[in-house]
């Protein structure tokens, strides 16, 4: 059983920036995707930014321009760069794996932007 350990979330003011990063446990092979979705208080969860072996990268249209995302295929990671953070960017990041027809979820971690 994969796990998914996250860190980086916090609370930043808005316009500003937050890193998130996400640490499969093991050695993940073949073709997989990893990313990050989120769940803000009353809403459903949704896909912020995805991308697969091949680099190929998909953004939420919200989140375009202002967030990166990246992995590295050997450490097995996946980061999310975000920047001109807004309000209604909070919420509970959760990062995600599917590989071989699995999808694992990391434990989330809270992102709060406000004044």
């Known amino acids: 059983q994969v796990q998914l350990v996250e860190s980086g979330g916090g609370w930043v003011q808005p316009g500003g920036s937050l890193r998130l990063s996400c640490a499969a446990s093991?050695?993940?092979?073949?073709?997989?995707?990893m990313g990050w979705y989120r769940q803000a208080p009353g809403k459903q969860r949704e896909l912020v930014a995805v991308?697969?072996?091949?680099?190929?990268?998909n953004y939420l249209d919200f989140v375009k321009g202002r967030f990166t995302i990246s992995r590295d295929n050997v450490q097995n990671t996946v980061d999310l760069q975000m920047n001109s953070l807004k309000p209604e960017d909070t919420a509970v990041y959760y990062c995600y794996l599917h590989v071989a027809s699995n999808t694992y979820w990391g434990q989330g971690t809270q992102v709060t932007v406000s004044s």
């Open positions: 991308i697969d072996n091949n680099g190929f990268r």
């Open positions: 093991e050695n993940i092979f073949g073709i997989y995707v």
